[in-house]
């Protein structure tokens, strides 16, 4: 028997924005802001929402690691096998976005 896969939701623009800035590989939230061009009241939400829906998936870096750099440790996102079906459904719909090769994570 094969799992049923989840509806692919529909996405807002910010939303598609964030995954897609995710797939092309700007994996942490202020990375994600320089290059979407959306707020940080924009996009930290949208990165929670989109993990709480399955559709990322993050991990805090090591505190050693980022208090070599003079930095708090930050949170990385990678997107799920849903995020990617998500974002490539949106990317047929929102053809603004560049395309991407998108893989199973």
Do not use: N, Q
């Amino acid at each position: 028997m094969t799992p049923s896969r989840s509806p692919v939701p529909s996405l807002s623009l910010g939303a598609v924005a964030v995954l897609h800035a995710v797939a092309s590989g700007h994996r942490f939230g202020f990375d994600v802001i320089d290059v979407t061009g959306l707020t940080s009241g924009t996009v930290y939400p949208t990165l929670d929402r989109l993990e709480d829906d399955g559709l990322l998936r993050s991990t805090w870096e090591d505190r050693r690691e980022a208090h070599k750099d003079h930095r708090p440790p930050r949170r990385y996102f990678v997107l799920t096998a849903d995020g990617i079906r998500a974002l490539a459904a949106a990317l047929e719909k929102h053809k603004v976005f560049r395309p991407l090769v998108l893989r199973d994570a």
